[in-house]
Every structure is written in C-alpha cells, then in structure tokens.
C-alpha cells in the first residue's frame, strides 16, 4: 500500500508542475498534488473516496441529501470532498494518514491552526470541545481559495472559502 501510494505521488508529480500557477516559491506538495487532481476533471460522488484505499471510488446513496434525484452516487466514480482530502494526504504523505472516514473522523486527527499555511485543510461546520459536527473540507491553496470536491453535479475544483457557509477553522496535520 505504502509503495503504490508513493508510486503514485511521483506520477502526480511528474505533470503536477506544469499545471500549478507558480508564484515567486514552489508551492507545497500537498497543493501540487490537488492541483494535479483537479486537472483531472474528476466528478464528486457522494461517499466517493472511500475505499480500502485512498482514490476515485463509487459512492453511496445512504444519508444523501442531494438536489440531483435520483442520487447518482452508487453508479458514480468519483470524490466526495473528505474522500478528496484523504487521497491528496495520502499521496502527500506516502500512506493513509486520514483514513477512509468522513469529515468528522478526519478533523479529530488533526490540529487547529490560527495562521494557516498552503496545504493545510478547511473545515466547515461546528467543531466543539465535546462535539464535531461538520459537513465540508477543502485544501487550503492561500488567499482564500481552496481546493474541494463540492457537490453532486460538479467536478474539483478551486472555489472562494468565504462562499461556502459555516466557517470552522484551518487544521494541520
């Protein structure tokens, strides 16, 4: 598992560059690696990205709440937004390190971080001290974009982190 997910990582990054917008630094792997994705044009699949291994994955249609009807998960590969990060850390860091868990699950492994860096994740919802309630994540790009699998009917894709509603905070692994 481990091997395949650095093979992998390396074959992201092989093209990841030359579709990074490129400041004055290099951007940081994790967002070389979603940039990559995101050229992809993979579509988000509810429950998508949640496989014994990380990466597109057929979703499902328990607890979707969707407006596409009927849901289309169980007959689509694709991400859902945690299955994004989970695949994105994964190649990242050359193992599973999130799990195949949802959004909830994923937070709880993770720290807050007041001044967040490139790479780092976003969550939406309410992150208490004895409960976790969030429904989003993205990957924190810089200048408040992030990258994200957003809903049924769309692809990844970079989106303004102000437009989605109920801000939680940036978390580091």
């Given at each position: 598992?481990?091997?395949?997910?650095?093979?992998?990582?390396?074959?992201?990054?092989?093209?990841?560059?030359?579709?990074?917008?490129?400041?004055?630094?290099?951007?940081?792997?994790?967002?070389?690696?979603?940039?990559?994705?995101?050229?992809?044009?993979?579509?988000?699949?509810?429950?998508?990205?949640?496989?014994?291994?990380?990466?597109?994955?057929?979703?499902?249609?328990?607890?979707?709440?969707?407006?596409?009807?009927?849901?289309?998960?169980?007959?689509?590969?694709?991400?859902?937004?945690?299955?994004?990060?989970?695949?994105?850390?994964?190649?990242a860091h050359g193992e599973d390190?999130?799990?195949?868990?949802?959004?909830?699950?994923?937070?709880?492994?993770?720290?807050?971080?007041?001044?967040?860096?490139?790479?780092?994740?976003?969550?939406?919802?309410?992150?208490?001290?004895?409960?976790?309630?969030?429904?989003?994540?993205?990957?924190?790009?810089?200048?408040?974009?992030?990258m994200n699998a957003p809903e049924?009917?769309?692809?990844?894709?970079?989106?303004?982190?102000?437009?989605?509603?109920?801000?939680?905070?940036?978390?580091?692994?």
């Amino acid at each position: 598992m481990r091997r395949r997910l650095a093979v992998a990582a390396a074959l992201l990054l092989l093209t990841a560059t030359a579709s990074v917008p490129l400041g004055l630094s290099m951007p940081p792997l994790i967002v070389r690696i979603a940039y990559e994705i995101e050229q992809r044009g993979i579509v988000y699949s509810w429950g998508g990205g949640h496989g014994a291994s990380p990466g597109p994955s057929k979703g499902t249609c328990r607890g979707y709440q969707g407006r596409i009807k009927p849901c289309p998960a169980a007959r689509t590969r694709g991400l859902d937004c945690s299955g994004f990060a989970r695949w994105v850390y994964a190649l990242a860091h050359g193992e599973d390190v999130l799990g195949p868990g949802n959004t909830d699950d994923h937070v709880r492994k993770m720290r807050r971080v007041s001044s967040p860096r490139p790479g780092d994740l976003v969550f939406f919802g309410k992150i208490g001290k004895r409960s976790v309630r969030t429904h989003h994540v993205g990957v924190y790009l810089g200048g408040g974009k992030m990258m994200n699998a957003p809903e049924t009917g769309a692809v990844v894709r970079v989106d303004e982190i102000g437009r989605k509603k109920g801000f939680a905070g940036y978390y580091r692994y």
